[in-house]
């Protein structure tokens, strides 16, 4: 079964400073992808960035990018410059690219982002 | 086409009622999924649509939970004789699998149940 570990309940950062937040995974499938949401109070999830295992370069989308590291499988999400409305509800997730449950995500427990003005 | 529909955005209801949400997903999209999200915690798949084919259901889902996805398009999650327990917030997602890797899955802004 695959697994996701958010360490951090709680972030602060400065405007326009950067930040880390951390993912840890578990899965023995050699093949899948990892995705970053975020989640504002209205609810809704928004998709920020994606990294497949067998992709050679860290995906970057805008100021967002992840930093792979597949040997300690870890992929967090490093947000640059942040902005006020960077402020929500963070969450890493994971899927399978083959085998039958080639679908299904696997949430973290997701990591509060606080950015101060 | 604006993304992922859900409807209604908030629902308050009795212990023991029935209650039903839809989901509009993205027309191009031949994927559909329901979450649960409970306070503090991530989302957790209750159940996947191909088409109109329910492929899998979570064992989070009691037999008082029932999904449709008539014609392929739109979607219904039913819960039966609500419990408090079920107080979440219900998200519907979509995709296609070819776009997985570059749009992810669109969620919708989700149904948040309460139940009284």
């Known amino acids: 079964a695959q697994k996701i570990t958010q360490t951090q309940p709680g972030m602060f950062v400065q405007e326009k400073e950067a930040v880390t937040l951390d993912c840890t995974y578990d899965?023995?499938?050699?093949?899948?992808?990892l995705f970053w949401y975020k989640q504002p109070s209205s609810g809704e999830m928004i998709f920020l960035i994606y990294q497949g295992s067998y992709d050679q370069q860290n995906a970057t989308e805008g100021r967002y990018s992840l930093n792979f590291q597949k040997a300690r499988k870890s992929a967090n999400l490093v947000i640059s410059a942040s902005q006020l409305g960077d402020s929500a509800m963070y969450f890493c997730?994971?899927?399978?690219?083959?085998?039958?449950?080639?679908?299904?995500?696997?949430f973290g427990k997701g990591t509060l982002l606080t950015v101060n003005p | 086409d604006t993304g992922v529909s859900q409807d209604p955005r908030h629902k308050i209801t009795k212990r023991g009622q029935n209650v039903t949400f839809r989901c509009d997903p993205i027309?191009?999209?031949?994927?559909l999924y329901w979450y649960r999200q409970t306070l503090g915690q991530g989302p957790e798949f209750l159940t996947y649509?191909?088409?109109?084919?329910?492929?899998?259901k979570s064992r989070l889902l009691s037999d008082r939970f029932s999904a449709e996805r008539p014609k392929g398009s739109f979607s219904t999650l039913e819960i039966q004789r609500t419990e408090q327990g079920d107080s979440a917030m219900y998200l519907c997602?979509?995709?296609?699998?070819?776009?997985?890797?570059?749009?992810?899955?669109?969620f919708g802004s989700g149904t948040r149940l309460t139940v009284v």
């Open positions: 027309s191009e999209h031949n994927r």
């Open positions: 997602a979509s995709s296609s699998l070819m776009a997985e890797s570059s749009y992810g899955y669109t």
């Open positions: 899965t023995s499938d050699p093949s899948y992808g």
């Open positions: 997730a994971m899927r399978l690219i083959s085998g039958g449950s080639n679908y299904k995500l696997t």
């Open positions: 649509f191909q088409n109109e084919a329910q492929l899998e």
